[in-house]
């Protein structure tokens, strides 16, 4: 459940003489137009320039803007503006044309910079790095695939990011790493709707604290390495102030591939994270867990909908369930404490897989547990608790708000989760409990005080 630390960091650490010389002092800050143009095109209002990395981006004041038309750029791209909340800086592509860079774009102590719609292909490094005093950066309906990493926020970045839209496929490690730097309450940073596939390690490594994770669909990462999760919330010791007050929610988790150990979760809370939400998403169909909350405490986990998980498809698995609360007791830690899980669908589909696991060392920390909506297309035991298994919650001390309701969810197609076959076809027998929901994962609403349906879907 655990893995090195893979950010490529000496990577990045080669970036830094480059960015001192390319943001060395600036001339006053004015508002400019600029169109970035190979072929030396014109646009009325505009200054032309042949490459991205000719844009004098320290020099540009709010509301600013560079146009850039379609091409191939080959530079590193050092973006050092300063907008401001009202009248950003904005460096587009131009309607209808797709520029396609092969190196990173560095945001350095920039602010209010919004990127949109370009195309970062077989970059060494993360195609997307936002580090160093930047704060208030948006990247947006851009692709990175084929690069180390897709977008990176590290090295002394700030806070209130938007990382929206965009796809991000086939890298070497991540998809979005966020790299021990942490949001204020007052100021989040967004990670939304973004389409995560096909990388190495894990699709988001959050590595920090106050995310906001919602509305991506992340499938069939951890194609390169062992130990890794669809949304991975992580800190590196107790020591690390990292992986606290996050949310993620109304994501959809799938296909998260683990062949030679023990993970391969869709969603982990992992060692030394507390205080999180995991509200309203999909996991269905990971070699691991759906949801695995692993040595984490006081994280809320409510309204999830998780079935067909623990493919195992290395065999590998001790703790089989749609839903594991676990510790690594040979070390002792024994910190998986004071969670609420309720009001979700755990249903297994497959053998020898229980709705939710609690591991032996867990089964006394004041988790608290239920109601949930449980079942087993194959009859295993709904718990494993400890070395019980059982299909009685009543008989165990979950510490819950209700009992359980059980038996087999009306899933519309549940051979598609990505495009609705998890929603509900009929309501369950009763709802869950009110925990103040708004909304679920469709984005139908949900009154003040209103009981919502078990799981990420509301009822028709």
């Known amino acids: 459940m655990r893995q090195p630390r893979t950010i490529l960091g000496s990577a990045l650490a080669a970036l830094v003489l480059p960015v001192l010389a390319a943001c060395g002092p600036a001339g006053a800050q004015v508002q400019q137009n600029i169109l970035v143009d190979p072929a030396g095109g014109t646009k009325p209002g505009y200054t032309t320039v042949a490459r991205l990395a000719d844009v004098s981006f320290a020099t540009l004041g709010p509301g600013s803007t560079v146009l850039v038309r379609g091409g191939s750029y080959g530079d590193v791209v050092f973006i050092g503006s300063r907008g401001t909340e009202a009248a950003p800086v904005t460096v587009a592509a131009e309607t209808g044309t797709q520029p396609r860079l092969s190196n990173s774009v560095v945001f350095e102590n920039a602010a209010y910079v919004t990127v949109t719609g370009l195309t970062v292909q077989g970059a060494v490094n993360s195609g997307f790095i936002i580090r160093r005093g930047s704060s208030h950066v948006t990247v947006a309906g851009s692709t990175v695939s084929r690069s180390g990493l897709g977008i990176w926020i590290g090295d002394g970045a700030g806070a209130g990011h938007r990382i929206t839209g965009n796809t991000l496929a086939d890298n070497q490690t991540h998809g979005v790493a966020v790299d021990v730097i942490n949001a204020p309450p007052e ?3 967004y990670i939304l709707d973004n389409t995560v596939t096909g990388n190495g390690i894990h699709g988001m490594e959050i590595n920090g604290s106050g995310y906001v994770v919602e509305g991506n669909r992340v499938s069939g990462n951890g194609v390169g390495m062992s130990g890794t999760s669809g949304i991975h919330v992580y800190a ?13 929610r ?26 999180n939400i995991v509200a309203f998403n999909v996991a269905a169909d990971n070699d691991g867990a759906g949801i695995n909350l692993f040595d984490a405490g006081s994280n809320t986990v409510v309204n999830n909908t998780t079935t067909g998980n623990m493919r195992d498809s290395g065999g590998k698995h001790v ?6 609360l676990a510790s690594d007791y040979t070390k002792q830690v024994d910190r998986t404490s004071n969670n609420r899980v309720i009001n979700n669908i755990a249903y297994a589909t497959r053998p020898n897989v229980a709705a939710i696991v609690v591991e032996a060392t867990t089964t006394d920390n004041n988790n608290a547990i239920g109601p949930n909506f449980l079942g087993s297309a194959v009859g ?4 494993r608790w400890g070395n019980q298994a059982t299909g009685d919650g009543t008989s165990l001390p979950l510490n819950g708000q209700g009992p359980d309701l059980t038996g087999t969810p009306a899933f519309r197609d549940p051979a598609s989760p990505m ?5 509900l076809t009929a309501a369950p027998a009763r709802a869950g409990i009110p925990l103040g929901a708004t909304r679920d994962i469709a984005g139908r609403a949900y009154a003040p005080g209103e009981a919502p349906t078990f799981g990420a879907y509301r009822s028709p």
């Open 319 to 324: 703790y089989r369930g749609e839903i594991v």
């Open 250 to 275: 109304y994501n959809i988790v799938t296909g998260q591939k683990e062949t030679t150990g023990q993970d391969g979760n869709g969603i982990q809370i992992d060692q030394w994270c507390d205080d």
């Open 380 to 383: 295993a035991p709904l718990y």
């Open 187 to 189: 100021d989040p940073s």
């Open 419 to 423: 495009t609705g076959g998890l929603a």
């Open 236 to 248: 590196k010791d107790a020591a690390q102030d990292a992986g606290d007050r996050n949310t993620i």
